[in-house]
């Protein structure tokens, strides 16, 4: 029989059991999925960097939109959803395991007004954080923002 401490045994997924009452009292295998073990980890290992994250959403953002001079509601609906597609997939592609990414694309039409926004998040300041991009053209400015936060 094989030694394994228990760590091993634990992570292994296998359990031994007997069955009763048969005869030959043999042990037999049983497979069995646990979950990944919770590190408890309160520190991140790979800390989320700012700087590549912001430079990704003003180039995609200013690709997308340098275009486009009218302001129209149904077309920006589509390309605000295949922009936030698109950065979310760049932004994955960096690669930090355990962090949470929150992407919010505002479109807003210059129409003589005036418009005020708030945006609050609850997080540590020395893991989570926010990357704002801004691009603005004659009629409209797109407002695109990144959240990260760290979870485990």
């Not at 979310?88 to 962090?99: C, E, K, Q, T």
Request: glycine share 4%.
């Amino acid at each position: 029989m094989e030694s394994r401490s228990s760590a091993q045994h634990a992570t292994s997924g296998t359990a031994i059991i007997k069955k009763r009452g048969l005869a030959g009292n043999r042990a037999s295998r049983l497979e069995v999925r646990l979950p990944p073990p919770n590190s408890y980890r309160l520190t991140p290992k790979i800390r989320f960097q700012l700087k590549p994250v912001l430079n990704i959403l003003q180039e995609k953002t200013n690709q997308l939109f340098e275009k486009i001079i009218e302001y129209d509601f149904d077309d920006f609906a589509v390309l605000c959803r295949y922009l936030n597609i698109e950065l979310l997939r760049a932004v994955n592609a960096l690669y930090w395991p355990s962090y949470k990414i929150v992407i919010v694309i505002q479109c807003i039409e210059k129409a003589d007004n005036s418009s005020r926004g708030t945006v609050r998040y609850y997080w540590n300041p020395m893991f989570d954080g926010l990357a704002i991009h801004k691009y603005e053209a004659d009629n409209y400015y797109i407002l695109v923002s990144a959240a990260f936060f760290y979870y485990e």
